[in-house]
């Protein structure tokens, strides 16, 4: 899977395809961050992404948080590469995708018409993005 599917989709890709094939499941996970009482939450990138996006943080914001991985994964690259390529991926999985915010941002637009026609499409309705906002906002 990883060299036939994954690596030809690239980073950016799979977090398309997840974002396309997954709704239940990101509508799921998104519905932690609106429910009382069940923070806090370890989550993949893409959901923090897509959170971030909810709560309206600009896009330059969210490219940089998302950079910050890098320096975060630096102690463990060496055990990360080696898991990596075991599997058949290039050194390119080890580190955050400069085009990932940006390329969710343009299928988003694209494919749904933007961020909240997405979550609406994948049932994450606009009480559950108030709801969302009110936990993490305020």
């Not at 923090?48 to 910050?68: C, F, K, N, Q, R």
């Not at 309705?125 to 009110?134: F, G, I, W």
Request: glycine share 8%; charged share 20%.
């Amino acid at each position: 899977m990883a060299t036939e599917v994954m690596l030809p989709r690239g980073l950016v890709g799979l977090g398309i395809d997840t974002v396309d094939l997954s709704g239940p499941e990101i509508k799921t996970a998104l519905s932690l961050y609106a429910a009382k009482g069940s923070l806090p939450i370890l989550v993949h990138c893409l959901i923090v992404i897509l959170v971030l996006m909810i709560l309206g943080t600009p896009l330059d914001a969210i490219e940089h948080d998302y950079s910050l991985t890098n320096a975060a994964l630096e102690p463990e690259r060496a055990q990360i590469l080696s898991q990596v390529r075991e599997i058949g991926l290039t050194d390119e999985w080890v580190a955050t995708s400069p085009a990932m915010i940006r390329g969710l941002q343009t299928h988003l637009h694209l494919k749904y018409g933007g961020l909240e026609a997405y979550l609406d499409h994948i049932g994450f309705d606009a009480d559950m993005r108030t709801s969302l906002c009110e936990r993490l906002l305020y």
